[in-house]
């Protein structure tokens, strides 16, 4: 049973368009939803995160959009670059009470387009 | 300030070997997590450690796997013996507190034969 559904997997964009990855959650325990990128033969480097209690939280480029009453999040790149290909994962926590391991999404490959 | 240290970040063995990865948080972290990602799938829990103790090991796959913590420093995860399914990628992440960011390494690509 997948906690966290993400979509899509795979994405490609225009250089200076707009990505959008979304995920939905089923366990409404869940208090912190972070974002991850992945390139290559890294690990996941944690991007931008948000609480419930914000519907949304921007950082540069980067937004995340949260419906507490839908249980879904999303990523939004803005102007997106070449430099932002990668795989995002988004994740979900019950925070301290649960140890704070994190559930993680399916991944989106992102691929910009020069 | 170094980051969180994964070795070795290759390795290829026949199924029935023994493989041991070795995981060394940042330091001053007492929160110490295992993960693996199984090919195109999502990264999945593993375990947890608090210093050297086991908080949560829900996400073991089963008892091939073995993972320790001594003295609360670095800790390594032993699968013995492997079998075919367990080829994926294991991270390891640390944070300074539960609840607080968590740290990634680069992860150890593992291959079973």
């Known amino acids: 049973q997948q906690q966290v559904k993400q979509s899509p997997q795979s994405l490609i964009v225009q250089k200076g368009g707009i990505s959008i990855i979304n995920c939905a959650y089923e366990?409404?325990?869940?208090?912190?939803f972070p974002w991850y990128q992945q390139f290559p033969g890294k690990g996941p480097a944690l991007l931008i995160a948000?609480?419930?209690?914000?519907s949304e939280k921007k950082e540069g480029r980067f937004t995340i959009s949260f419906n507490k009453s839908a249980k879904q999040f999303s990523l939004h790149i803005m102007d997106s670059q070449p430099g932002d290909s990668a795989t995002y994962f988004c994740a979900a926590s019950s925070g301290y009470n649960q140890g704070g391991k994190l559930i993680f999404g399916q991944g989106t490959e992102l691929s910009v387009k020069p | 300030e170094a980051g969180v240290t994964q070795f070795p970040s290759h390795s290829v063995i026949e199924k029935g070997q023994t493989v041991t990865l070795r995981c060394d948080p940042i330091?001053?972290?007492?929160?110490l997590y295992w993960y693996r990602r199984v090919m195109g799938k999502e990264i999945k829990f593993l375990l947890h450690?608090?210093?050297?103790?086991?908080?949560?090991e829900s996400g073991m796959p089963n008892n091939r796997f073995l993972a320790e913590r001594t003295g609360g420093t670095y800790s390594t995860l032993k699968v013995q013996p492997a079998e075919l399914e367990d080829s994926g990628v294991y991270f390891c992440?640390?944070?300074?507190?539960?609840?607080?960011?968590?740290?990634f390494g680069d992860g150890t690509r593992l291959s079973i034969l």
């Open positions: 366990n409404t325990a869940f208090d912190y």
């Open positions: 992440a640390s944070s300074q507190e539960q609840g607080l960011p968590q740290h």
């Open positions: 948000i609480r419930p209690d914000v």
């Open positions: 450690f608090v210093k050297e103790s086991k908080q949560d």
């Open positions: 330091s001053g972290h007492d929160n």
